[in-house]
């Protein structure tokens, strides 16, 4: 059964840096658009960054511009979410998410634990 694995993740200091990744299982990531979310209980699930798949364009939502960076590694079938110069606020349950709009085909990640707290 194809699925969608993450890992990295984990508890940094104000100022440092973590970089998230996820990786298929039975499918091919470069054939899929590639987002990340991620939620806070109490909050809305917020669209943090995403990677297109005609032409690798990206979209980040405001408060990560300039600090976090979407990409995708088709050799490795991966893509990673590389977050630096990390903010409290940034603490959350973050999920990747591989999907084909055109095929209506989604799949989540298992979702990975960020905390950013000195």
């Known amino acids: 059964q194809a699925q969608l694995v993450q890992s990295g993740g984990g508890t940094v200091q104000p100022g440092g840096s973590l970089r998230l990744s996820c990786g298929p299982s039975?499918?091919?990531?470069?054939?899929?658009?590639v987002a990340w979310f991620r939620q806070v209980p109490g909050k809305e699930t917020e669209g943090v960054a995403c990677?297109?798949?005609?032409?690798?364009?990206?979209y980040y939502t405001d408060s990560v511009k300039g600090r976090f960076t979407i990409s995708r590694d088709n050799a490795k079938n991966r893509a990673h979410l590389q977050m630096t110069s990390l903010k409290p606020e940034d603490t959350a349950l973050y999920y990747c998410?591989?999907?084909?709009?055109?095929?209506?085909?989604?799949?989540w990640g298992q979702g990975t634990q960020v905390t950013v707290s000195s």
């Open positions: 998410k591989a999907s084909r709009p055109h095929v209506g085909d989604t799949y």
């Open positions: 990677i297109s798949v005609s032409d690798n364009s990206t």
């Open positions: 039975g499918f091919t990531l470069r054939f899929y658009s």
